[in-house]
Structures are given as C-alpha cells and as structure tokens.
C-alpha cells in the first residue's frame, strides 16, 4: 500500500495559496481518477483507492502546517504503512514555480510540516515531492509569500508543474522510485 500525502492549511481561507500546493495536487490526483476525499479520520481527510491493482491512500492533514505529522503518524501506525510507501508532497521556497523535484531523504530546510513529520516518524528517510514557490521579492516576508496565491504570471507554470507531480505521483504507484526520480527530475 502507497501513501501519499500533501501538505496544506485546511479552510478556504488558504485554499489557493503557495503552502496549499499539496493540497492542490492530491485534489488534482483525485479529480483525476475519480476519486474523492470524503473520509474524515486521524487528523485528516482522505481516501483509499486502487490504481491499476496497487492499493492507495491520499491524505491531506487537516491539522494545520506545522502537525502535518500528527494525521501522518496515525494513518500509517493504523494501516501498517512502511516509511518506504510514503511520498510527501509539499511547497519548496527554493524552487520557482513551474518545477518540481523528487528526494529520498532530506532535512526539513526550514519548513515547518516536514520538521513536523521528522519529528513525528523519527526519521529524515522519507520520500519528497518538492514542488516550487519561488522566494519572495522585495520586502515581502516568507510568511506572507507562502500564505499568499500566486501571480497571473505565475499561473501557467504552477497548473503545468501540478499536473507534472501528479504524474510523478501516478508513476510512483506503480514504479521503483529511483525510476521515478529519473524520469522527472530532469525537467
């Protein structure tokens, strides 16, 4: 069983924001099979389906940023799910928006819901899915940049590197990650 999970702040408020680019994805991944997050349990929403014969679960914690790891944790305690089955899908200040990478293992690089999860599974060796935000220019601080949308420039390659992760989520389910990482690393 894979699990994937993206990271967001819950309500509409944050809806369409920079941080909410996990969540957007896992929407994305749903809509487009057909699937819809409509169970509420561990701190999160979520839903587990089939894709071509491998069992997934989508989870989007409902725990706000920073305890993304408290809906994390459970689910996986619950459905026994090995850290080597989970894929966290999250903004990354360090990439602009358009680009996406993929990682084995990392420190938290300052974000908040990957030191939670660190902290909450004890371990730095989980799968990333990074997905590109940009810095913030001028004065603007990296709070208000990451809880703000995006700009109609910026449009364009945020829809591409969306439906760009959600394949490499897709190809994930089903292929080694070291061919996943290959394949879509190099854009």
Known sequence: MKCIVGLGNPGKKYEDTRHNIGFMIIDALASRNQWSLSQKKFNGLFTMERF?????????????????????????????IDIEDVLVVYDDLDLPPGKIRLRKKGGH??????????????????KRLRVGVGRPEGSKTVIDHVLGGFSKEEQGPVEESIDYAVKACEAWIEQPFN???NDFNVR
Do not use: C, W
């Open 52 to 80: 071509n014969g491998e069992k997934v679960i989508l989870l989007k914690p409902q725990t706000y940023m920073n305890l993304s790891g408290e809906a994390l944790r459970p689910m996986m305690d619950f459905y026994d």
């Open 109 to 126: 690089g300052g974000h908040n819901g990957i030191r939670n999860i660190i902290d909450q599974l004890g371990t730095k060796e989980f």
């Open 179 to 181: 061919e996943v990482m």
